[in-house]
């Protein structure tokens, strides 16, 4: 089973069309979505219909954004920015995308006896997970041993080794256009594919991941794409410049 791993498009309707692109002669059986489908980016319904219309149907988890923004939850500890889109979001939605909104399970979910999917950390869908701490309390928090991972937007991978009752924590990050790794049978992993539609690890490619489960390999790929048109997409629809702005840095 082959699964292709998408994370945090946040109504980036041009980086998610790369990523279509990309994949297109690639092999997969099924979808999985880490959460955030909307929040910050101009093109939600974009991002929700395409979600709502594919076949077989994705596995996913919602994201915070997905919970604020289909106002399910309030939007106090949201920054001005994200409380900003947050709202012009909610006020945009079709009738359709904003019941399937609200209707995303929360997190963790698991895919298989060996492998799940969380938004934030396996523990809490808001809880982000960047330290070997975070990561600890995310391995405790279920059975299996390989969980994937977003709301940090930072492809990243956490692997725990567990020798003769003694546990060795390694944390790295995973940059480039594209690599591959084997995981090893008797660790566990925490695996972050990165952001589709807003990167914050200095590089503003889309990113995603292909998991062959059988084989226990992870291809983990960035993908150019226009970011400057989904910048002018969300200046045009009023929302902060500076969620168009930090596409084109990846910041
Ligand atoms: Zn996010």
């Not at 929040?39 to 979600?51: C, D, E, H, K, R």
């Not at 590089?203 to 790929?221: E, M």
Request: aromatic share 10%; net charge neutral; proline share 6%.
């Amino acid at each position: 089973m082959r699964y292709l791993i998408l994370s945090d498009i946040h109504a980036n309707w041009e980086a998610l069309q790369a990523v279509r692109a990309h994949v297109r002669r690639k092999r997969y059986d099924q979808v999985v979505f880490l959460g955030d489908a909307v929040g910050y980016g101009a093109s939600p319904n974009q991002v929700l219909s395409w979600l709502r219309e594919l076949g077989p149907p994705p596995v996913m988890v919602r994201g915070n954004h997905d919970r604020v923004c289909a106002g399910l939850d309030s939007a106090e500890y949201f920054n001005r920015y994200a409380r900003d889109a947050s709202a012009w979001t909610l006020e945009h939605l079709d009738e359709r995308n904003l019941e399937y909104l609200r209707a995303l399970p929360e997190g963790p979910l698991g895919l298989t006896d060996e492998v799940a999917v969380c938004h934030g950390s396996s523990v809490d869908e808001d809880t982000y997970i960047f330290s070997a701490y975070d990561a600890q309390l995310a391995f405790d928090g279920l059975p299996h041993s390989i969980i994937f991972f977003g709301h940090t937007h930072i492809p990243s991978m956490f692997m725990l080794r567990e020798n003769n009752g003694r546990h060795t924590l390694k944390v790295r990050l995973l940059t480039g256009r594209r690599l591959v790794l084997d995981l090893e049978p008797e660790s566990r992993y925490l695996i972050n594919p990165g952001s589709v539609g807003q990167p914050r690890d200095r590089d503003p490619r889309a990113a995603y991941a292909i998991f062959d489960a059988d084989q226990r390999r992870l291809y983990l790929y960035r993908v150019s794409y226009r970011a400057s048109a989904a910048r002018r997409r969300i200046l045009a629809a009023g929302l902060p410049p500076v969620l168009g702005d930090r596409l084109l840095y990846g910041a």
